[in-house]
């Protein structure tokens, strides 16, 4: 079974630069883009990268994304208490031949 | 604006049926890639099925494959998902997502989602 593996927490403290790891093999993040979604706990997960770097409009531009070989991260710059969510990562996989999702990360706003 | 009204959620019995719609309003529906994802309590969202802007081609996870299906209506700018033999592992909120044009994986918006509890 093919997985995206986040570190189930983050923090850190406004202001501060907090990233987020996702890594996978090369049937997914190895020949696929990557995306990102952040979810406020009550409401519908939100895309806030795609194409492993591009934002939508209406992002701000402190959340930023890259990708390396079968891994992938998502870095917010400036936090503020407004990110507190949790931020989960996907990518299409050849070899299941469908999109997966990490398990997601938590980040707490200290 | 794009909205996206999941209906159709409930209470199911094992090996009973549901079906989900999902209104859409804000965007040319007869021409966007449309899917169901869904989110299982304390979990991550998991990709269920998608379906072409004709309805003519769909995709299914192997978790949902011969047991859900997936239609629409363009003309009344609707999506569907026809739930059968339900089991209580397929309790989840289940979200109607418009796919990002070339972004496999890019779904957006998202719609406010429908809870779905398969229980005796």
């Known amino acids: 079974q093919s997985v995206l593996t986040q570190p189930p927490s983050a923090s850190g403290t406004p202001g501060q630069r907090v990233t987020i790891s996702c890594s996978g093999s090369?049937?997914?993040?190895?020949?696929?883009?990557v995306t990102w979604y952040q979810q406020v706990p009550g409401t519908a997960p939100k895309l806030v990268v795609y194409d492993n770097n591009q934002r939508p409009s209406g992002v701000p531009d402190r959340f930023s994304g890259s990708q390396s070989g079968t891994s992938a991260s998502l870095a917010i710059s400036g936090l503020q208490s407004e990110d507190e969510a949790d931020y989960y990562c996907a990518a299409w996989d050849d070899s299941l031949g469908g999109v997966l999702f990490g398990g997601g990360t938590k980040l707490t706003v200290l | 604006e794009v909205q996206l009204v999941e209906s159709g959620g409930g209470l199911a019995q094992p090996g009973g049926s549901l079906r989900l719609s999902c209104s859409a309003s804000?965007?040319?529906?007869?021409?966007?890639?449309m899917h169901w994802v869904r989110q299982a309590p304390g979990k991550g969202p998991e990709y269920l099925s998608g379906?072409?802007?004709?309805?003519?081609?769909?995709r299914y996870a192997d978790s949902v494959k011969g047991r859900f299906a997936i239609s629409r209506d363009n003309s009344k700018n609707t999506l569907f998902l026809q739930m059968t033999t339900l089991r209580p592992e397929d309790t989840a909120v289940y979200y109607c997502?418009?796919?990002?044009?070339?972004?496999?994986?890019?779904?957006?918006?998202w719609g406010q989602g429908t809870l779905v509890i398969v229980s005796s």
């Open positions: 804000g965007l040319t529906f007869s021409r966007s890639v």
């Open positions: 997502v418009k796919g990002l044009v070339g972004v496999p994986g890019g779904f957006d918006p």
């Open positions: 379906i072409l802007d004709s309805g003519e081609t769909t």
């Open positions: 090369s049937s997914n993040i190895g020949s696929n883009t």
